[in-house]
């Protein structure tokens, strides 16, 4: 049973970056499509950037523009967002997700429906 556990969140300042990590137990890592989410206080949890099983072309929700980047190191079981230029609507919990339920899938997944593992969350707070 695969599990997901990350890390790296924090206070900043606007403009400033953060990198977030994603830690995976399980022999089947490379073979799920990952995704970040992240929830703001009183909204839905919302996509953020995927990524699918080889590493191939991630995408990203429109509001990134550019400003974070989404990668993986399947040997070790890891998913990284690299985020710059951060601003203060950023701030929120940030979860990373696996879909375990169609391995070597190369599907763009974009809502919460389409993962099925979750992590426990890492704050991010961006001040103004």
């Known amino acids: 049973q695969v599990q997901l556990v990350e890390s790296g969140g924090g206070l900043v300042q606007a403009g400033g970056s953060l990198r977030l990590s994603c830690a995976a137990s399980g022999r089947s890592f490379s073979a799920y499509h990952m995704g970040w989410f992240r929830q703001a206080p009183g909204k839905e949890r919302e996509f953020v950037a995927g990524?699918?099983?080889?590493?191939?072309?991630?995408y990203y929700a429109d509001f990134v523009q550019g400003r974070f980047t989404i990668s993986r190191d399947n040997p070790k079981r890891t998913m990284d967002l690299e985020m710059n230029s951060l601003k203060p609507e950023d701030t929120a919990v940030y979860y990373c997700?696996?879909?375990?339920?169609?391995?070597?899938?190369?599907?763009?997944?974009?809502?919460?429906?389409?993962?099925?593992?979750w992590g426990q969350g890492t704050q991010v707070t961006v001040s103004s």
């Open positions: 997700a696996a879909d375990k339920n169609f391995p070597l899938s190369s599907r763009n997944l974009f809502t919460v429906s389409d993962y099925d593992v």
């Open positions: 990524i699918n099983w080889s590493g191939g072309i991630p």
